[in-house]
């Protein structure tokens, strides 16, 4: 007899000693938390990748909870998978959860394509069952059908519209005696990686109410600002008659680089109301030299530019170079560059009559560069380099600028000097002036009527891209 007795005693010692967030609990009334009751999924292309968010169930209660099944609401047809435990699927059963611990569940999304061109709402939901207890978390995600490029030579004079975005994987051409022509509104999108080499003529004519794009293709909010997400507009020999015109140019290697040297000084690009932003990453640049480093804003060799109501910041090498000689002309730009993103060595603005090649050798051509009512600023003692050999014909002219600089012979030029133009929040890209800026009204009237956003400028112009709005 006493040895039947020696199991149920074991038995009962055994589930005394059983920690009490490891006894289960089979509760209906045991419910679940979430770290979110909706996950959104930023927009995303059909047909091109996925994207994964992530959330946590919690269970607060003292006892573990068998949750029976983790499934999305459209089984096998929804555009979700979901990864618990590291198993996949679109039902997850039987999963064990500790009293006061929490589970991490993964949800990802591949959008189909719709052949809409406006966005489309894809929705599903993530429902657990506990106990018999049914609790949920949504899932939405927004859609954009696209126009998609792959590494592609574009036919010769096309036309890009505003209807659907086009989506860049590697890269595209525009071949020597043909033009793309981008109309208002339209959306470029490239991936990492991607560049567009103009050997003919772009033409892209945004308005103030409907700027062209050329961004990246991620729009995670880890992406929104980050530089490096694609190439840049690489602008390359016979390359001429470009204008860029009301244009947004965010998140690459570099947004222009200007290569086109010729015999005469026509603007190869006018490039006029156009932020340029966000630039930095590891991708070489294929340039007149080869290959060059990621980090400038726009970067010109032996060139000609006209250029005005142009912003460019946030740069991790110069948000300017003009290198090796060439016709560069300035009108009411803001050239801004602080460390917010990068250690910062490298000035604002460098102007050059060489270069030195990657053979040694160094590249000479004459340099004519002149800038009006502009702003060059920054985070560093000294924002403008000037590297002349004495072997060319170089002339430079600044004209009532403000500029940060240690060179005193620029202030002889009705320049202002190291005064700081005090902008309305460099740190989230916002150039405007305030309202005590030494900038505002001091502008010589060089007709050009309207700032980079559109806005009137008044009988009493401010120097810089921004007119400044007063309420």
């Given amino acids: 007899m006493k040895r039947l007795l020696v199991i149920p005693v074991l038995y009962c010692l055994f589930f005394s000693c059983t920690p ?14 979430f770290s979110a009751d909706t996950i959104y999924f930023d927009t995303l292309f059909s047909t091109i990748g996925s994207v994964t968010k992530r959330f946590r169930v919690y269970n607060d209660a003292e006892n573990a909870v068998n949750i029976s099944s983790v499934s999305l609401g459209s089984g096998s047809g929804s555009s979700y998978s979901i990864f618990v435990n590291g198993i996949v699927g679109p039902e997850v059963e039987n999963v064990r959860l500790l009293g006061k611990d929490s589970l991490l569940v993964l949800a990802e999304v591949t959008i189909d394509p719709q052949d809409q061109d406006l966005p489309f709402v894809v929705s599903d939901q993530v429902n657990f069952n506990t106990n018999g207890n049914l609790q949920s978390v949504e899932l939405v995600s927004w859609g954009q059908d696209a126009n998609f490029l792959r590494d592609s030579v574009l036919v010769c004079n096309t036309t890009w519209t505003a209807e659907r ?14 033009t793309l022509t981008v109309e208002e509104g339209t959306r470029i999108y490239s991936h990492n990686g991607s560049f567009i ?67 005469d000084d026509e603007p190869d690009l006018r490039l006029t109301n156009t932020r340029i932003e966000n630039m930095g990453g590891n991708e070489l640049i294929p340039s007149i030299d080869s290959l060059v480093q990621p980090g400038f804003g726009l970067l010109a060799i032996s060139s000609d530019l006209y250029a005005a109501n142009v912003l460019i910041n946030n740069c991790q090498l110069n948000a300017v170079g003009n290198l090796a000689g060439g016709n560069y002309t300035y009108e009411h730009c803001t050239f801004a560059n602080f460390s917010f993103n990068f250690f910062r060595r490298d000035p604002v ?16 051509g004459d340099l004519n560069f002149s800038m009006t009512n502009s702003i060059v600023w920054g985070s560093l003692r000294d924002e403008l380099l000037i590297s002349n050999s004495g072997e060319t014909s170089t002339e430079i002219l600044f004209t009532n600028n403000i500029l940060k600089s240690q060179d005193n012979a620029f202030a002889d030029v009705d320049n202002l000097l190291n005064e700081d133009p005090k902008f309305f929040d460099p740190g989230e890209f916002n150039f405007q002036l305030d309202t005590l800026s030494p900038a505002k009204d001091m502008a010589i009237d060089l007709g050009i009527l309207i700032d980079l956003e559109g806005t009137n400028r008044d009988d009493k112009p401010d120097i810089g891209a921004f007119e400044r709005k007063e309420n």
Wanted: one cysteine or more; glycine letters at 10%.
């Fill in 20 to 33: 009490e967030e490891e006894k289960f609990t089979f509760d209906s009334t045991a419910s679940l938390r």
């Fill in 165 to 178: 975005p086009y989506v860049l994987y590697n890269s595209v051409l525009i071949e020597e005696g043909c």
């Fill in 197 to 263: 080499f103009i050997q003919g003529t772009i033409l892209a004519n945004g308005t103030a109410e409907n700027r062209v794009t050329f961004t990246n293709d991620r729009f995670d909010e880890q992406f929104a600002d980050a530089p490096g997400q694609w190439g840049g507009l690489i602008f390359l020999v016979g390359s001429n008659s470009n204008q860029i015109d009301f244009a947004d140019i965010r998140n690459a290697n570099v947004g222009i680089y200007l290569g086109t040297p010729d015999d």
């Fill in 349 to 364: 603005l460098v102007l050059s009559d060489n270069l030195l090649l990657g053979d040694n050798s160094v590249l000479l």
